[in-house]
Each structure stands twice: as C-alpha cells, then as structure tokens.
C-alpha cells in the first residue's frame, strides 16, 4: 500500500520559515516526478512546487517564487518542501503528491499525479 506521509507544519509568524517533508513508502518513487499542493478554507486545491524525477527541473508558481525550494531525497524516498519569508496568503493544508509514470518531469495539474498525502496544516500569523 502506497503513502505519502507529510510532517513539518506548524503556526510561525509572517517572515518565518518552515521545512515539509514527505516520507514515502510501499513504492520508490525515485524515477517519478513529485510535488506539493496547498488548499485554504474555501479555496480550490493550488500548486505550490514540482520536481522532475531526475531532480534536475523544478517549477513554482510567482506566488512563491524565490521563497519556497523543492527538493528530494532518493535514497529516503523523500520529498521536502523549504518555505521561506512565509506570508499569512501561504497559510493552508499542504499535500505532497506523487505521479506513478516513470521518468516524469512533473506538473502544474494536481490531475497528473496518482498518490496524495493526507496534509499538513501550515499557519502563518500576522
């Protein structure tokens, strides 16, 4: 049985920083590409971060670019999720989610990817 475990979350205040992570297991995803997603009360699910499979290629919305970084970890089959000068606009739950095609280079549409996490609830205080 496949799971995506994120951890990490938490309440910080504006211009903080926080680290997800997303612990795999029950298959390696180290040749598929993966990703987090974000979803606010009241709002659809939103793109936040993907990788590649191979790590080299990573792509972010403008909401968070040059704030948050996107990084794996193949050995641990791990995903992390750096988040930098975080504003009160980033609090939501975050996903992390993974696609089961090998050699992805991953996706903006949550539609692409086949597992999900159950989410970490991140706060950010004014």
């Known amino acids: 049985q496949v799971q995506l475990v994120e951890s990490g979350g938490g309440l910080v205040q504006a211009g903080g920083s926080l680290r997800l992570s997303c612990a795999a297991s029950?298959?390696?995803?180290?040749?598929?590409?993966m990703g987090w997603f974000r979803q606010a009360p009241g709002k659809e699910r939103e793109f936040v971060a993907a990788i590649s499979w191979s790590g080299s290629s990573t792509d972010y919305p403008n909401s968070v670019k040059g704030r948050f970084t996107i990084s794996r970890d193949k050995a641990r089959n791990a995903l992390y999720l750096q988040m930098n000068s975080l504003k009160p606009g980033d609090t939501a739950v975050y996903y992390c989610a993974a696609d089961k095609e090998e050699l992805s280079s991953g996706s903006r549409r949550s539609s692409r990817y086949d597992y999900w996490g159950q989410g970490t609830q991140v706060t950010v205080s004014s």
């Open positions: 029950g298959r390696a995803f180290m040749r598929s590409a």
